[in-house]
């Protein structure tokens, strides 16, 4: 061993069971442990609390190939130590004949000792090959291969949900269905929280949900809303349970995340409760100052986050879906899939559920390419070739440590072979990393056409559940249903000021608009007297259409008065909405009750023209236009204006003028005279 050239640290080999004894450095083992710079940085340090235990060794060689390093070090006796070159031997010989290795705990890594061929040791003087890994990982690697599973890696913010701070009106907190639960913190403490559904239809997302909670005096509440197309992939994940392995990684809080969790999967059926400690992370513990970069170890519950970080890779094909680019530390990046950013409260504009359907089409073919016949032979053939280089290691003898770094190099190149080959860099390439929001390429997961081949655009489901705008137009005609803005918008988009969440202390977190001063549930409004619907002859040609408009003004036959409007209401308005005289239209008798308005009734029971009176343009307030059609007149051309009513300068009917031009306004609408 004279002549050897690789740096090496003199430390102690300390048990388990030494470590209960006070004179534990009397009894333990002085080796020498040599190290390549291209190690470990964990093999620098003291090896105590080492425990005997059964490891993969196949699992084991493999992953230390996927990390291209080989063995970190190997172990050695210090010469002249004969005391405890005895020792180590007898230690090698042990683990040997009971096909054990010894490991331990280390703040960075576990430290495995993998024994060499008795002889072979006594010939070259090292005993012991050392490898630092995560044995955890080594664990859930070796299942996920042996399984055939793919480990997908979900986000949770911006990436299947959206969440914003709210406050709930004291009125509302009752009318919620709330459902309370229990969920821990990083301490593991138990918190008291609760969460519950909201009512009626939201145009962005497929669920809407409300979380509170309370950190000591603080009070925590979240208006959730869930990525559209969620179902769709949730649904085929479970379906595919032999296939995909689901854990989920945010930088959210331990709670926050039990919490969404609850409303993601509300049965279990990617995640049971039992796996939450193991699968469900946060990279955000109470004990850190901000949440720290997502790894491959953290990701899949093997690695405490407020350890120090070493680049791992893990032997087993991952994906991980999030819509940052930087969530991860940069040695991972071969392993995301970005998914097009889900922010509804700062966009004003969701997806129509494509992004997480595209998804889904992704993990098929990324698992069809690594845990299929191909994948399965190419990850048995890596781990033959780590196993027979172990065990050439094992049993030949080495010149001197300096041949450690030959191993190294060796392993670096085969692993870098190795690693390309699974990674959804290398499966989809560049350009297919990215999953941008694009309902060309909308695949349905599983069967969800509706009556006409189309999935709904609002609520992805061939039935569209209660509150879905598109229900009611398909009770009605097939063609209300064709032009109905959900199926015809890929990209719902609202006025800003439609949202208010996290923005004043009033909002409502049930409408998401101010709230009124004590609730926020819409107030009941009696729904208004629906008019005749068109007679036959109206829809003759479109050259008769503006003249067949023009007959129904003249026979216009609305509801009774006491049906529509209290006793209470201004004459001028019971003039509007009372039915015309025989042989006078609509329009007229309109015109009529605003000269009642404006002079009184008394005055139009002795004229039968309005007084001239000094008149001003009042502008009407334009109609709300509910297609493009509406503007268009049945020719094809736009309808003319109508020309604006005169309003008087003042006087006792002026409320009543006001409504009367109202109701003009709005029957002039509904004809489609605007």
Not at 113 to 126: N, Y
Not at 221 to 238: E, I, S
Not at 625 to 630: E, G, L
């Amino acid at each position: 061993m004279e002549g050897q050239h690789l740096p090496y640290t003199n430390t102690r080999l300390v048990l388990q069971e030494e470590l209960d004894d006070d004179s534990y450095f009397l009894s333990s083992t002085v080796v020498r442990l040599f190290a390549s710079q291209n190690s470990h940085p964990a093999v620098r340090g003291t090896l105590q609390g080492l425990r005997s235990m059964r490891v993969s060794l196949g699992a084991l060689a493999v992953q230390a190939l996927v990390n291209k390093r080989g063995p970190d070090g190997v172990v050695g006796v210090i010469p002249g130590e004969q005391k405890h070159s005895a020792r180590l031997m007898a230690l090698c010989q042990q683990c040997h004949d009971n096909g054990e290795v010894l490991a331990c705990s280390l703040p960075s890594a576990d430290m495995v000792l993998v024994p060499r061929l008795p002889s072979t040791a006594a010939q070259d003087g090292l005993y012991f090959l050392a490898y630092a890994t995560n044995l955890r990982a080594v664990e859930l690697c070796e299942r996920l291969r042996q399984q055939k599973q793919v480990a997908l890696v979900l986000d949770l913010d911006n990436t299947l949900v959206d969440a914003v701070s709210c406050t709930i009106a004291p009125s509302d907190w009752d009318l919620l269905e709330w459902r309370y639960v229990l969920v821990t913190n990083s301490y593991n403490r138990q918190i008291q929280a609760q969460y519950a559904p909201l009512p009626g239809h939201d145009a962005f997302s497929e669920d809407v949900w409300v979380m509170h909670w309370k950190v000591g005096r603080i009070n925590c509440t979240f208006k959730v809303r869930v990525r559209r197309g969620w179902a769709d992939l949730r649904q085929y994940l479970a379906q595919n349970a032999d296939r995909f392995a689901v854990f989920v990684c945010s930088k959210g809080k331990r709670e926050y995340i039990q919490l969404l969790w609850l409303m993601l999967d509300p049965l279990g059926q990617l995640i049971p409760q039992l796996d939450w400690d193991t699968r469900l992370t946060s990279t955000f513990p109470d004990t850190l100052a901000q949440a720290a970069n997502k790894t491959a170890l953290t990701a899949l519950g093997c690695y405490d986050i407020t350890k120090p970080h070493v680049a791992t890779q893990l032997a087993a094909p991952i994906m991980c879906l999030d819509d940052s680019t930087e969530a991860y530390e940069p040695e991972y990046g071969h392993n995301l899939m970005y998914l097009e950013e889900y922010r509804p409260s700062d966009l004003l504009q969701a997806d129509n559920g494509n992004v997480l359907r595209q998804a889904g089409a992704r993990l098929d073919a990324f698992w069809a390419a690594t845990c299929a016949s191909d994948g399965t032979f190419a990850w048995q053939a890596a781990q033959s070739f780590a196993m027979a280089l172990m065990k050439t290691m094992q049993r030949n003898p080495m010149g001197s440590p300096d041949d450690l770094s030959y191993l190294q190099v060796r392993c670096a190149k085969q692993g870098e072979a190795l690693w390309h080959q699974f990674t959804v860099l290398e499966v989809f390439g560049e350009q297919g990393v990215f999953i941008p929001d694009a309902p060309e390429r909308d695949v349905p997961l599983h069967g969800h056409p509706t009556a006409d081949g189309e999935l709904c655009r609002s609520c992805q489901l061939p039935q569209c559940k209660p509150g879905c705008p598109v229900s009611a137009a398909e009770a009605s005609t097939p063609q209300a249903a064709a032009a109905s803005p959900c199926r015809l918008a890929g990209t719902v988009t609202v006025a800003e000021d439609a949202f208010s969440e996290g923005r004043s202390s009033e909002d409502s977190v049930l409408l998401g608009l101010p709230s009124p001063k004590d609730s926020v549930l819409p107030p009941y409004l009696p729904p208004a007297a629906p008019l005749h619907n068109l007679p036959p002859s109206a829809a003759a040609s479109s050259g008769e259409e503006l003249q067949a408009k023009l007959r129904r003004i003249g026979g216009w036959d609305p509801a009774p008065v006491s049906q529509q409007q209290g006793a209470a209401e201004p004459a001028a308005v019971q003039g509007i909405l009372a039915p015309p005289a025989s042989g006078e239209g609509a329009l007229s008798a309109a015109l009529r009750s605003t000269g009642q308005g404006a002079t009184g009734p008394e005055h139009d029971a002795h004229c039968t023209q309005p007084p001239a009176v000094k008149q001003k343009q009042l502008p009407l307030t334009a109609p709300r236009r509910h297609s493009a059609d509406q503007a268009v007149s049945g020719s094809g051309q736009a309808a003319a204006p109508v020309p604006q009513p005169a309003k008087s300068s003042g006087g006792a009917g002026s409320s009543a003028l006001a409504a009367a031009l109202a109701a003009i306004s709005r029957g002039l609408a509904e004809d489609g005279l605007t």
